[in-house]
């Protein structure tokens, strides 16, 4: 059983915890996610590493409620227990100097970006991190980000906060005006990801995105996760998350993440009728 | 106590059937198929052993069972003996009871498989498990005095489960590492409710527990920790991660959302429990017309719980012919019975569907069988111009598994096969680094579950002289 030992919340529906696992606080790399679940009926869920503790033991998470076992795990408190608790899995991001970078992050992306900004400012990078959300209170980890970046950019689409605009548009900009960028990493929802990669193709920049496909067991072993890099079958649980954007399919990922929208309407249906019972 | 019968008498009666659940009522759940021996069916059965003094049964059973001595306690009625008979030499007798090939085991050896009625030995093996499960007869725990030495056994399958409550019995400190959050490997993953009820693994698996070994779940060697990891802490390692990797076609539409491995399907139902879907959160698709590509074990589980998960029509997609089919006869039988509608010299070419990566049918082209191949089965060939489009909705490949290299990747001086299976000393299992070991499926491919519990048991007795000898991995 893995403790909660912290539990704050970054906004509304975005809750952050520190978990208790030592097992993979002592391993885990930038880049990595875990597998959870709440309890034994419950569903494997990955979650990416948004920060550890390895000398206490610690992995920091950041979800968004989006559907019954991220609502249900918004309900934990701090000192309960998750059921399982799985990881490091998959493969670690590529640290290493590059020169400038820029990370792309959007939505619970924005923590995901955080450790592989926090490295790639230790190998020597200028980090260039852009963030963006929908309104400035959805903002999350600007202090933390700021630390690691040489500059940092926050867009909000409503420009409450920031620069208006969307993440792309900032980055157009520094694309135009820098020739120096030599990689750029972007996580947050798929249609940003799709939008930054068309993006940077046109400017020659690596980039690279981190995939959320549907998994079960994050070990290789069913299949669920697998997506088309480059026309061939990829597993993004053990040949990623991170992949070289310009090589996937977009279509055939965004399909396959919409395959139990039915289900999980159902499913969350079937929650909220119990909460009320 | 019931009476031996005259040998006479033995030979004529016929094998005891087993009852089973009415197809058509089976098929409305995920209740067990066979319904098991009465005690009264299991007495009868059991009478007619000829208690041979070389039991030929015996050299077909992995497990290393004492079968004539526990059929003799069943008909004396002592079914507690015929327990810890069994118990001695096969930690999982519930499960080999069931799922083990007994006629190509066991019973091929029988003396009298010439009649063509071999003792069901089997189920009588199920009789009794069910038998002592019930009432809570347990296994000695009171075993040999403890060594100091401490060995790590990595996959929970049977060849982990048998591995591990064997270096238990001999005294050793076992612990048993598991990726998933629950143990039993295929056995709680693959095997369907309906064949292998999952209490009765777990029931099984506590049973171990309780002779000292310690499960730790949740950990993935090669990825929570490293063999090299293990190798610090432990004198000893099998490792037993099972083939567990799922194979594809290849063929075009194959990453369409209702196209699904059958480890994905057959996960999703049986260990995250998505037939019970929404009391279980893990949701799993249910198609109208499904299409199960494959003929083996694997294949006919996949396509019985698609019927049981609401399917009106599942299919069976095999590219040879029926006597090619490499599932136990008894589980096409249920398949069969239960309107499973097979489609033998057929391969599917291509996985059609629309925009929103819904499948609408699979195109498929006949075959015909030509000259015997390596494996001296007559080789498959396309008729051209034959090809036609089956309707369907989904599809579940089950086309056989691969060995995933997660472990291999993170075990300095272990070497693999160019199939990615361990390289074993076929005598000790012994792998290319001294003090690790391996068996189960890892080490032969896709096999079977009492072949596993046999690779357990020789490797626990290898590890055994391995340590005795003062050895340790600790000390290399
Ligand atoms: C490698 C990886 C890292 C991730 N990191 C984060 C993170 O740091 N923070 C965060 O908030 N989210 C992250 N996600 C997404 C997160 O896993 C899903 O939001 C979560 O599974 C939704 O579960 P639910 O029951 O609450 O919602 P559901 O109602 O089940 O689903 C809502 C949506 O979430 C996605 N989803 C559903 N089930 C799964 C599943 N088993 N695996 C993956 N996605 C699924 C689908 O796109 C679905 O449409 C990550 C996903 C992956 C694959
Ligand atoms: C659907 C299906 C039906 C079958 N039906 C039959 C049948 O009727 N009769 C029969 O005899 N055989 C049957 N088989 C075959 C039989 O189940 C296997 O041959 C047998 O289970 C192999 O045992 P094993 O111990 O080698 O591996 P597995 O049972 O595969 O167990 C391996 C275990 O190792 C774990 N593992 C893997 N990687 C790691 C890691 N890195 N770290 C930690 N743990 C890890 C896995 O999660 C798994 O629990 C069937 C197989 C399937 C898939
Ligand atoms: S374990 Fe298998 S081979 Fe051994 S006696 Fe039981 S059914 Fe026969
Ligand atoms: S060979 Fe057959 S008849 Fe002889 S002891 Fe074994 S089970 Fe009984
Ligand atoms: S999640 Fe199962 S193979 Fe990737």
Redesign the pocket.
Known sequence: MYQIIKKETLYQDIYAMWIKAPEIARTVQPGQ?IILMTREEG??????V?DYDREKGLIY????I??????ELSSFKEGDYLYSFIGPL?KKSEIDYFGTVVLVGGG?GI??IHPIARNLKKAGNKVITIIGARTKKLIIMEKELRQVSDELIITTDDGSYGRKGFVTDALKEKLDHDNNIKKVWTIGPPIMMKVTTSLTKAYSVDTIV?L????VDGTGMCGSCRVSIGGETKF?CTDG?EFDGQLVDWDGFMNR??R??KE?KE??NHHKNQEEC | MADMIPVKERMKREQIPMREQSPNKRIANFKEVPLGYTREDAIKEAQRCLQCKNPKCMTGCPAEINIPLFIKYIVEEDFESAYLTILKTDALPAVTGRVCPQEEQCQKECVLKSTGKPIAIGRLERFVADWARKNHIHGKTDSVAKKDLKVAVVGSGPAGLSCAADLAKMGYHVTLFEALHKPGGVLVYGIPEFRLPKTIVEYEVNEIKKIGVQVITDYVVGATGSVEDLKKEFDAIFLANGAGAPRFMNIQGENMNDVYSANEFLTRSNLMKAYLFPEYDTPIKIGRKAATIGAGNVAMDSARTALRLGAEKSYIIYRRSRKEVPARAEEVHHAEEEGVVFNFLTLPVRVLGNKEGKVTGMECIKMELGEPDESGRRRPIPIEGSNFTLEVDMVIDAIGTMANPIIAKSAQGVEVNKWGYFKIDEKTRMTTCEGIFAGGDIVRGAATVISAVGDGKVAARSIATYLSSGKSLKKK
């Open positions: 996610f569903e494997r869920i990955p979650l990416t948004a998470i950041v979800f968004q989006v559907g019954k076992t991220t609502d998959g619970t923590a995901c981190s959320n496909t549907i998994m993004v998350p993440i919409g139990y929208k999980e499913s969350w």
